[in-house]
């Protein structure tokens, strides 16, 4: 999950036309940075993208975070001249090791990921957070 935390910046100064081609211009070199299987989503705060990395080991995960950070940097300082602050949480989870046969949930992963997101936020220290799951998680 990727947060691009200072977007509000771009739509004060100038206007909310200007921040999404800012978005679609970082959809596209955030791509650029993928390989073909992976995925980029946008997410349904203005601000959030989603990635899925298919088969990718946590570090390979962390590795690939560092790259699309750097990108969102390069890119808005390209555009703008002014630095920007993101945050990108990782969730990872081999279904093998899971005591149970089934996967968890979408909502499930998505509430980790956001609250590790908010815990970055808070904490404004490491603007990369891996989260492993390897147990079932609960609903609630």
């Known amino acids: 999950l990727i947060d691009v935390e200072d977007i509000q910046k771009v739509v004060e100064n100038y206007g909310i036309p200007e921040a999404e081609k800012f978005l679609r211009v970082l959809a596209q070199n955030i791509s650029q940075k993928l390989r073909r299987v992976d995925m980029v989503a946008k997410l349904k705060k203005f601000e959030q993208f989603g990635i899925i990395l298919p088969e990718t080991p946590a570090q390979g995960a962390v590795v690939v975070g560092r790259k699309i950070l750097n990108t969102i940097e390069k890119t808005f300082f390209a555009l703008y001249k002014q630095r920007l602050t993101g945050y990108i ?45 390897d147990k079932e998680l609960e609903t609630k």
């Open 89 to 133: 949480t990782v969730v990872t989870y081999d279904p093998s090791n899971m005591p149970s046969k089934t996967d968890p949930s979408s909502e499930s992963i998505m509430k980790v990921l956001l609250t590790g997101l908010e815990f970055l936020k808070t904490k404004k220290q490491k603007r990369i957070l891996l989260l492993k799951i």
